[in-house]
Structures are given as structure tokens and as C-alpha cells.
């Protein structure tokens, strides 16, 4: 967390915005760069928030394929978002609000929306300035509040779907003060084949963001090694800006060492500078901060997670991959997760989870890879390997349970066959009849009642946790009785739905029908994956240290 302000300091500084987009290609990492930037001012004392601009014409990021898109982040009120949202509340520490996230889709909706009830009074309706003036509302809004507001705009420059947002941003820049608003651009400074880092990619992304009438504050080259003096000052000359505003984001192993690497850099100081901020927080104590011997303290031992999907993108799980992380900075250890296709497992495991310290199965749609899923869960079992299954994973568990142990032969959810005898996993009464997909799941934070005794008690040290949900269906209650009577523990509910199931006689078996992933920080990990982490370590008699780390 930020160290508490040791200087005083002005209580109307009113809002500040930087603004981030990115240049030459997609997926160079912008949206850490911003998160990087907003943790810097958080450790600073400024109260920070975030906004990710998504150009596509999707209300939300509901109905998108994790496989082509990346994992659906789900948010307190039930917003389902850009993975990147996740990384911000990961950096900040902060709960954001589908208010956060900007889609095209909502701009254009709710545009759509006011003219058919006629709230333009028979004006035509045109991107600018109705479509603009919607997008800046919408940042301001979101900004209202705080100190700083981090706008992440998705995309790359150019692209025709983020010309409204562009010119939104140009709007923005005759409307505010100059110290108010900062715009930083990302671009990729890559290698010639004889090791120069080359610099025309630059020029040409900051010569199209010129074209529409933005000129960049900052520019931040992702490169393989930090940028060398000489290629600094190239870009500064051919871009018009300043050196000291160049700055590097070199490959990191981590993406938490981040904010280290460009705080090394002065990109903090140059921000402030430039937006006229007076830091709350004393240099000397600013720099040596718990974030930065969180993500440099030595690990003293590593577990190996083997994490059962069936989407072979590691953004399609990248929250799950951070919670165990999170975990493993809790352990002072090192986690080491690979995955495995679950496609693969359908008939056995073949050797594929042997030596597998723990077993993660996490969520996902549709029938396919879901008997690889449910082998890896027999296995896990039977074998007193530690496990945690997450939403699909805590269903699943109870179909294994269903089959291999009440011996229900065909055992299944509902969602996934139809045709089963034995619906042990049945949709919601709430979902029957629903045909929009988008936006109609149980969705957002709710708070599951824990039994005291159990092992989920233990973990949370509470008989309460609130955990976000996403899905359709539930432990069907025509079979909890036998379940339960067979020796399967549901620790935690909500209301009459099943929430946690745990087996006592075993070292670590849990599963949870909400995602607790989405909770987890560098900073407070969350339970089931400390307590998996803690049972994966006693199972391999393993002398590194437990214990969270706190700031």
C-alpha cells in the first residue's frame, strides 16, 4: 500500500489525466506501462484511478473467445472487462466498476439510446461531436474523485476503430490546462540484424498520432534492453521531444519489477514535473517502499502448479497465473505453473500430472477437454495431490465425486450434457429462459456464509468471504443430501446455493464456485491459493518459509 504523506500538501489539486496509446503494433505491453505509471504516483501519495479504452464494438468483453481475447476479467458489480482492468486493480490495489472500461459498443449504445428518445431535439447525430462528447464524459466521470486518472486507450494508432477516441483526446487537450494532462505514447524500438536498435518504427507511430493532432509528452520505447543514449536522442530529435523524456521498459522477468525499472528511469519524476504534482511522500521513503521488496525479495524455494485447461493462451488464464504468483510472494517461493491441454488427459493422465506439487483446474465454457478436466480431478483425489478447482473446476469436482465415488455412472452437468441422468451440476432457476448471453450470468461479488471448523474457515479466518461469481449453473440441491452423506464438504453457501466444497481426509481439496482469482493482489493474495501453496510445501516436506508478506 502507499506510505502514509509525510509532507503537507495542497487537498484541491483536482483532477489530473494521462493518457496512453500505443504505437507500431498491438501487444507491446501498453497497459503495464500505464499500470506501472499509476502505481508510481499511488507510492507517491496520490490518489490514482484508471480508465481502458477498448475500440471494439462489443458492449462488454462477455461474449469474447478467451482463446482470441484473453481471459473475461470480472469486476465487484458484475462488469465483465478487458483483462487489462485486472492489471490495474492488481498495480493500484483498488475495486473498479464496469464505469472503468469504455467500449465503442457502450458509446455508440447509449448515443443510439438518447437519440431515440429524442434527447437531441432533432439534431443530426454525428461522431463529433456526439460520439466524442459521450467518450469524454464517460473519462470524467470516472475521474471525478481522484488525484490522477491513468486512460488507457486500446488499439494501435491508426486503426480506424480508435479514431473517435483520438479526437476525443484532442478535445481534451484544448479543453484542460496544460499541467493537467499528459499524453504518453508506447512504442517498439526493436533490433536491426547487426544489433542497432532501430528507431523509425518510432518516428513513423508519432508521425500518424501527429497527423490527427496529438503530440506525445512522453514517449516509452519497449525493446528488448534498455534504450542506449545515442537512440534516445534520435527519437527525441525525430519526435520532438525532449530526451529526459524518452525513457525504456526493457524485458523484465516480471512484470511486477516494472514500476522498478521505469522509476529507475525518472519516468515518475518527469510525470510529476510535467503535471505539476507535488509529491505527498518523501523521496527517500517514496523509493524504498514494500512494493519494492515485495518483487525483489529472495525466494527460498519453488512449486511446481500444473493448471488443467483447454484454451492454449496463457492470457486466457492470466489471472489465475498472478493469484499463484501472489501466492508464491505470501510463501517467499517460486511458482512454477505449467499447463496441460486437458484435451490430452480424456483417457488418462499418462504421466502428465506426475510430479505435480498441486493441481489447479479452472473455469471455462463448453464440453470440450471437460473429461481431461474431471481425469485431472480423480487423480488429484485419489493421489492426496493438493487441488483447487475454480467455478468449473468446483462443478467438475462434484461430477468426479458423483461418479467415482456415489457411483451415479453418467453422472454430469446439465450445461455440458443434456442427456445425463444424474444433473448433479443444474442450471440457476433465475437462468431458465434467457436468451441474451451478454451480461445475464450471475455476475459480481457476493458474500458466501462459511462453516466454522472447516478448512475454507481456516484459510479466510472468517466465517464470511465476498468472492465474484460468473456462471449459469449450481450443485444441483436434489443431490447435495447424497453428496454430503458419501463424505464431500460444502464449507461455504450463499443462501441455498453451494459456494465451497472441501474434503476433510484430504491434504488440500477445494473447490469454490466463485473466482477468487479475481481478488488476488501482489500485496493481499488470496486465501485458497495461499492455503493450496501452504499444502503443496507440507506435502513436499518442503523447509522454505510460509507466511504473507505485508505492506
Known amino acids: 500500500m502507499p506510505t502514509e504523506p509525510e509532507t503537507e500538501y495542497d487537498e484541491t489539486l483536482g483532477e489530473k489525466f494521462v493518457f496512453v496509446t500505443g504505437g507500431v503494433m498491438s501487444g507491446l505491453g501498453k497497459g503495464i506501462t500505464a ?22 464494438l462489443n458492449v462488454d468483453a462477455g461474449t469474447m473467445n478467451p482463446f482470441q481475447h484473453g481471459e473475461v476479467y470480472v469486476l465487484k458489480d458484475g462488469g465483465e472487462v478487458d483483462l487489462d482492468l485486472g492489471n490495474y486493480e492488481r498495480f493500484l490495489d483498488i475495486d473498479m466498476t464496469s464505469d472503468h472500461n469504455v467500449t465503442t459498443g457502450k458509446v455508440y449504445q447509449s448515443v443510439i439510446e438518447k437519440e431515440r428518445a429524442g434527447d437531441y431535439l432533432g439534431k443530426t447525430v454525428q461522431v463529433i461531436p456526439h460520439i466524442t462528447d459521450d467518450i469524454k464524459r464517460r473519462v470524467r466521470e470516472v ?16 486503426d480506424i476503430e480508435g479514431m473517435p477516441y483520438l479526437e476525443a483526446l484532442r478535445q481534451f487537450a484544448h479543453e484542460q490546462d496544460d499541467e493537467d494532462i499528459l499524453f504518453v505514447h508506447v512504442t517498439l524500438v526493436p533490433y536491426s540484424k547487426n544489433g542497432e536498435q532501430k528507431t523509425k518504427p518510432t518516428q513513423h507511430s508519432v508521425k500518424e498520432l501527429r497527423s490527427i493532432g496529438l503530440q506525445p509528452d512522453v514517449l516509452v520505447g519497449r525493446c528488448d534492453d534498455p534504450l542506449e543514449p545515442k537512440t534516445k536522442e534520435k527519437i527525441a530529435l525525430f519526435c520532438d521531444v525532449p530526451t529526459d523524456a524518452v525513457f525504456s521498459n526493457p524485458d523484465v522477468e516480471d512484470i511486477y519489477q516494472v514500476p522498478l525499472v521505469v522509476e529507475d528511469e525518472g519516468l515518475d519524476e518527469y510525470v510529476m514535473g510535467e503535471l505539476a504534482l507535488t509529491e505527498r511522500v518523501l523521496p527517500e521513503t517514496r523509493r524504498d517502499n514494500g512494493w519494492r521488496e515485495l518483487v525483489t525479495q529472495e525466494q527460498t524455494g519453488s512449486v511446481d502448479i500444473a493448471l488443467v485447461g483447454k484454451y492454449g493462451l496463457e492470457d486466457a488464464y492470466i489471472s489465475i497465473h498472478e493469484a499463484l504468483k501472489h501466492a508464491g510472494l505470501a510463501h517467499n517461493v517460486n511458482v512454477d505453473t505449467e499447463w ?9 493422465h499418462d504421466g502428465e500430472l506426475d510430479g505435480a506439487d498441486a493441481v489447479v483446474v479452472p473455469g471455462g465454457f463448453g464440453s470440450r477437454g471437460t473429461e481431461g478436466k474431471i481425469e485431472a480431478i ?44 444424474h444433473p448433479v451440476i443444474d442450471i440457476l432457476p433465475e437462468q431458465e429462459g434467457i436468451d441474451d448471453m451478454g451480461g445475464t450470468m450471475r455476475l459480481g461479488a457476493h458474500v458466501t456464509e462459511i462453516e466454522e471448523g472447516t478448512v475454507a474457515n481456516r484459510i479466510y479466518d472468517d466465517t464470511t468471504a465476498t468472492e465474484r461469481h460468473r456462471h449459469r449453473y449450481e450443485v444441483n440441491p436434489e443431490y447435495i443430501g447424497d ?3 458419501a ?14 466444497l472441501e474434503l476433510p481426509d484430504h491434504p488440500y481439496f477445494l473447490g469454490t464456485q466463485f473466482h477468487p482469482e479475481f481478488r488476488s493482489r501482489p500485496t493481499r493474495a488470496s486465501p485458497p491459493f495461499v492455503g493450496l501453496l501452504g499444502a503443496a510445501l507440507e506435502s513436499t516436506d518442503s523447509d522454505a518459509p510460509t507466511g504473507e508478506v505485508e505492506l
Open 340 to 348: 496441460i491441454h486437458s484435451e490430452g488427459l480424456a483417457d488418462g
Open 143 to 158: 475521474a471525478e474523485g481522484s488525484d490522477v486518472c491513468i486512460v488507457e486507450v486500446g488499439g494501435t494508432v491508426g
Open 378 to 421: 480423480r487423480y488429484a483425489r485419489e493421489n492426496e495431490v493438493p487441488y483447487l478447482g475454480l467455478c468449473l473446476g468446483f462443478q467438475l469436482a462434484v461430477v468426479e465425486y458423483a461418479r467415482d465415488v456415489l457411483g451415479l455412472e453418467g453422472a454430469h452437468s446439465a450445461e455440458l450434457d443434456e442427456e445425463t441422468p
Open 487 to 500: 463424505g464431500l464438504v460444502f464449507s461455504g453457501q450463499s443462501g441455498r446455493r453451494m459456494e465451497i
Open 483 to 485: 453428496l454430503e452423506a
Open 35 to 56: 499500470a506501472s505509471t499509476g502505481r508510481l504516483l499511488a507510492n507517491a501519495g496520490f490518489d490514482v484511478t484508471a480508465v481502458k479504452v477498448d475500440p471494439y
